[in-house]
Nanobody, 117 residues
Framework: QVQLVESGGDLVQAGGSLRLSCAASGSIFSFDAMGWSRQAPGKQRESVAAITSGGSTSYADSVKGRFSISRDNAKNTVYLQMASLKPEDTAVYYC???????????WGQGIQVTVSS
């Protein structure tokens, strides 16, 4: 069973930065892509960043230029570096991993990020 565990959530001031980590129970080489999504109370979950096994990245328009996704294969960990944080970034952030050939997506438990003004 795949397990994804997020860490690094916190309360930060607007304009600050934060790094989220997602540790996978197995080698991240087993996933075609990994990414981060977020969900605020009463809102739909929305993808914010993704990285493929080949290292290609993509971002939601709302976070382009502020967020950066990266991975450390040796540590089986994916990171989301967040900078210039805004109150509207406040949400529960979820890590996900995809095995496209199997049509499977796995999710972490979510971690709270709160940005105060």
């Amino acid at each position: 069973q795949v397990q994804l565990v997020e860490s690094g959530g916190d309360l930060v001031q607007a304009g600050g930065s934060l790094r989220l980590s997602c540790a996978a129970s197995g080698s991240i080489f087993s996933f075609d892509a990994m990414g981060w999504s977020r969900q605020a109370p009463g809102k739909q979950r929305e993808s914010v960043a993704a990285i493929t096994s080949g290292g290609s990245t993509s971002y939601a328009d709302s976070v382009k230029g502020r967020f950066s996704i990266s991975r450390d294969n040796a540590k089986n960990t994916v990171y989301l570096q967040m900078a210039s944080l805004k109150p509207e970034d406040t949400a529960v952030y979820y890590c996900n991993a995809v095995r496209a050939g199997l049509g499977m997506t796995y999710w972490g438990q979510g971690i709270q990020v709160t940005v105060s003004s």
